[in-house]
């Protein structure tokens, strides 16, 4: 299992998959943050799911996506720390 850090303001998912695109990111936050009942699923992020736990030395990558509300200390600890054991944060601009 490959799991990763999909980071949107003070929001964070641990997701099971490969590290995605800068574009299948925001697809996922879209999907995943913003909710809604009607839409259906996109076929195209069938390879990514949310997982609820997952230990730090498990994720393999990581990928911000920029937005105005500020990341929480909680959040801000945790991509440090991934930046200290030499993961590349991307971000998806």
Known sequence: ????????????????????????????VRQWAHPMPLRPADTCLAP????????????????VIPCQEPHS????????ELQARGLTVHTAI
Request: charged content about 15%; aromatic content about 12%.
């Open 1 to 28: 299992m490959i799991y990763g850090l999909l980071v949107y303001g003070s929001n964070h998912f641990i997701v099971d998959g490969p590290c995605p695109t800068p574009e299948l990111a925001r697809a996922l």
């Open 48 to 63: 990514w799911s949310i997982r609820t736990k997952a230990f730090r030395e498990q994720l393999a990558w990581a990928v």
């Open 73 to 80: 200390p909680a959040v801000l600890q945790l991509l440090d």
